[in-house]
């Protein structure tokens, strides 16, 4: 059984607390860098990135998160994946620069524009149907060359990984299936 670490500061950190248990791990909420330090991987969720920045520098996790990102695995969720990306335009403080992708942040429009859409998800080398629910989304404008995409809406990248970090424009704890949750806490890092 592995501690999966959930950032809860702020967004939607109880649904992927309800996802790691069901997936019979332990799921330890993280507000500070103590709780950091026990767990063996980490899923930034969907929020607001704008938040998320201002409360880590507030809260002096900004260190921590990146000494982690060295080292273990983390998943980062629609404003988690704008959190650990390399550029994301403006914003209060830089992201993390954890995985080399450049992001649009409201690329779908404003929140009346999000959707539920059919994805392709290639996790284990064949493409399969994933329900995605795109909330507010962020749109991945570019991976750099160390990064591999697995899932498509439509021509877009989705959802990719390097070595050691997974991000997902949409939100799969708002789904039933734990494909996603599953294959970051077996397979990532
Ligand atoms: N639009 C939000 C942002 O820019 C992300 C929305 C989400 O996480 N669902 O941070």
Redesign the pocket.
């Known amino acids: 059984m592995a501690k999966i670490g959930i950032l809860a500061l702020q967004?939607d950190f109880y649904r992927h607390s309800l996802a790691v248990r069901r997936l019979e791990h332990e799921a330890v909420l993280v507000k500070d860098e103590a709780a950091l330090k026990k767990c063996d991987k980490l899923i930034i969720p969907?929020?607001?990135?704008?938040t998320f920045l201002h409360l880590m520098e507030k809260l002096n996790l900004r260190q921590p998160l990146l000494e982690f990102g060295r080292e273990k695995a983390i998943m980062g969720t629609?404003?988690g994946l704008?959190t650990l990306s390399k550029s994301a335009g403006h914003l209060p403080f830089p992201p993390l620069g954890l995985i080399d992708i450049t992001v649009e942040?409201?690329a779908y429009g404003r929140q009346v524009d999000s959707f539920v859409d059919t994805i392709r998800l290639n996790v284990n080398g064949t493409e399969r149907p994933y329900e995605g629910v795109f909330?507010?989304?962020?749109k991945i404008a570019a991976l750099g060359s160390d990064v591999r995409p697995l899932a498509w809406h439509k021509d877009d990248v989705v959802m990719a990984a390097s070595e050691n970090i997974l991000v997902a424009t949409f939100?799969p704890e708002l789904t039933d299936d734990l494909r996603i949750h599953a294959y970051f806490i077996e397979q990532v890092g």
């Not at 969907?46 to 704008?50: A, I, P, V």
């Not at 909330?135 to 962020?138: E, G, V």
């Open positions: 967004g969907g929020g607001e990135s704008t629609c404003a704008i942040r409201n909330i507010r989304a962020p939100h």
